[in-house]
């Protein structure tokens, strides 16, 4: 494996060297490596580019990795893939794609994940996406990600873009059943003129279901990003929203959360901020001795950690 | 050790120029305990925060060991060894308190065992407190003996305290007190504390007194305390003036 590919699933997966367990690097379009564990297979799709990643029932304390690279300027990849979690498994997912695009033309990475999530199942799926380059050419994500959630189930979906993408269009949808929970944490970066758009349109359909949605994001220099989670609330259950922005320079930030009670005894809560870094804060990190510099990087790491 | 000499402070604000100090002179000598105390609004927060840089004197200057540090910044001033605590500390979302400490320990105390330390001499578990966010989740009391505990990880030529007893129970106060008397006898380094507490004045080897942004008195606490200790009408410290709250 190449230097870079290795910085790249560093940045993506926290990949170091090549995993244990189940996983399937993908690069340039192209399968890399893969493997499949007992519990756990993975199938290349016929019909269309992507796989199906199929987790037997009752699957405890496995991990599946599956992160993508892509390192050809003008690359353009289109996956499909099908998370099919058996009832009662539980398992960690790790996504993530990162983009090494060295030349003018555009690299892109769109994606749709889909889970299929058993009863009581529960499935933490973290997803990273990284883009560096030092050519002119854009690194664009578009991913999208459905979530059925079946009863009693458990999901925390991490989905984090920290930096070098310039353009991004982020779309959740997700269904909840009775007696699930669904954990939606979003955390972005976007600097110099990059755009970033989330929307997140999740149904609770089955008896206390809950939803939890926790945004962090950090725009800086001309970025601009565009926050649109939406929850309806169909039976008796709970939703909290919470948006959560740092603006800085000349950015901007538009944090428009819905809330849609369809049912009397749906909770539903959304709370949304969007300020500077407090001037204090910079002055007691500087108190302890860092410079101004360093305090602010420090503010934005913890709040995007 | 740290001298100010001839400090004037305005403020601008939408009703004009606000005269905050008048000309503070003041000494402080190495390894002693000091005590800031007098009315509200004369000047004692706006002193402390001209120590560490916070705000620059409009006139006057700020010498440290012999050397003129007027014009050091707030980052230059903590690398000398001076330290504050805020009197309103602020939180931040996404930063631990384990995390807090370490920033803000010396390099020889970044350890578990110095943060366990700092934050039982503010009377706060670290089992329950060290993973713990500094954010809105904390109450304004914790915050308050965690901000007063990212100054007890480091070796400090001066330390401020500003107000450390506000906000703060009575059970975890007394057991400040004894922080503070442990700092002193420990360290060579300079204590300044900002309080109207009695508890806290006796702990001082000077009290300084400051009122209408000038040092109004400053001597041994056994001169001063008494004195400071009476009925409003017959403070000579206060001139019976209602402002003046005495101690008692």
Redesign the interface.
């Known amino acids: 494996m190449l230097a870079l590919d290795k910085e790249l699933l560093a940045a993506v997966a926290d990949l170091h060297e090549i995993p244990q367990g189940a996983m399937n690097i993908r690069k340039n379009g192209q399968l890399l490596t893969r493997n499949t564990t007992a519990n756990i297979d993975i199938v290349t799709k016929k019909d269309k580019p992507g796989i199906d990643i199929i987790i037997k029932e009752g699957t405890k304390n496995e991990s599946v990795h599956i992160p993508v690279l892509l390192t050809e300027t003008g690359m353009q990849d289109m996956v499909y893939n099908d998370f099919f979690i058996g009832d009662n498994a539980e398992v960690l997912i790790v996504a993530g794609c990162g983009i090494h695009n060295g030349g003018d033309g555009e690299s892109r990475h769109d994606g749709i994940h889909t889970f299929h999530i058993g009863k009581n199942a529960k499935v933490r799926y973290v997803e990273k996406h990284y883009g560096q380059g030092d050519g002119k050419g854009q690194r664009i994500f578009n991913p999208e990600t459905i979530i059925e959630m079946a009863d009693g189930s458990y999901a925390e979906m991490e989905m984090v873009q920290i930096k070098g993408i310039n353009s991004t269009l982020r779309t959740t949808k997700g269904t909840v059943g009775a007696g699930a929970r669904l954990i939606l944490e979003e955390r972005l970066l976007t600097h110099g003129e990059q755009y970033a758009e989330t929307r997140m349109d999740v149904e609770v359909v089955g008896e206390d279901g809950s939803v939890q949605v926790i945004s962090r994001t950090v725009a800086k220099d001309r970025s601009k990003q565009v926050f649109y989670p939406r929850v309806i609330g169909k039976n008796k259950c709970r939703a909290h929203l919470q948006c959560d922005s740092i603006i800085m320079d000349n950015a901007q930030v538009r944090s428009i959360p819905e809330i849609d009670a369809q049912h009397p005894d749906a909770q539903l809560i959304h709370e949304a901020a969007i300020g500077k870094i407090a001037g204090e804060q910079i002055i007691k990190l500087m108190t302890l001795g860092l410079t101004e510099e360093e305090a602010e990087a420090t503010i934005l790491q913890g709040f995007l950690k | 050790m740290l001298e100010l000499k001839n400090i004037t402070y305005a403020a601008q604000d939408e009703k004009g120029k606000n005269d905050i100090l008048n000309g503070i002179n003041l000494t402080l000598e190495r390894g002693r305990f000091y005590v800031i105390t007098g009315p509200n609004g004369g000047g004692k927060s706006t002193l402390a925060k001209i120590i560490?840089g916070?705000l620059q004197p409009t006139s006057g200057e700020i010498w440290l060991e012999g050397k003129n540090i007027t014009d050091a910044?707030?980052?230059e001033r903590?690398?000398m060894g001076i330290?504050?605590s805020?009197q309103q500390?602020?939180r931040?979302?996404?930063?631990k308190v384990g995390?807090l400490l370490n920033?803000?320990a010396d390099k020889d105390r970044k350890k578990r065992a110095y943060c366990e330390t700092a934050l039982r001499q503010v009377g706060l578990c670290t089992q329950d407190y060290i993973n713990r966010d500094v954010d809105a989740s904390l109450s304004g009391g914790e915050l308050k003996r965690i901000e007063i505990a990212?100054l007890l990880n480091r070796k400090l030529k001066l330390a401020v305290f500003d107000e450390p007893e506000a906000g703060i129970d009575l059970w975890s106060f007394a057991k400040l007190t004894e922080t503070f008397s442990a700092l002193h006898k420990d360290s060579d380094g300079t204590i300044v504390i900002i309080s109207h507490q009695e508890r806290i004045l006796e702990l001082a080897d000077e009290i300084i007194m400051i009122r209408e942004g000038v040092v109004a008195a400053q001597d041994a606490k056994e001169k001063i305390l008494p004195g400071l200790l009476c009925s409003p009408e017959g403070c000579e410290l206060g001139k019976g003036e209602k402002k003046y709250a005495c101690i008692r």
């Open positions: 560490m916070i910044s707030i980052t903590a690398k330290g504050y805020f500390a602020p931040f979302k996404g930063i995390e920033l803000a990212t």
